[in-house]
């Protein structure tokens, strides 16, 4: 990618209910909620990339290593 200048956004999607879990404790059947991780998000949405981490250096990091191998939005996709 060439040195072009990309808004970066960078968002937090909390964790969410994926389910429960059902435990016997002395007899007794009870459930518990089972919650997603939070994580980060960031894009770069002009060459339309993405990536994720589990903290927000973590997302900016994975998305820099991606948009090293991304196409130039100007010039469009490389042909090989």
């Not at 937090?12 to 991780?37: C, D, E, F, K, L």
């Not at 191998?69 to 090989?80: E, I, K, V």
């Amino acid at each position: 990618m060439a040195s072009n200048q990309y808004l970066v956004n960078i968002s937090y999607i909390a964790p969410y209910r994926t389910g429960s879990i059902g435990v016997s404790q002395s007899g007794v059947w009870q459930t518990y909620p089972t919650y997603s991780t939070g994580i980060y998000l960031a894009t770069m949405p002009e060459i339309r990339i993405s990536a994720t981490g589990s903290t927000y250096v973590g997302a900016l990091n994975a998305l820099l290593a991606v948009s090293a191998n991304a196409d130039d939005a100007a010039q469009g996709p490389a042909t090989y």
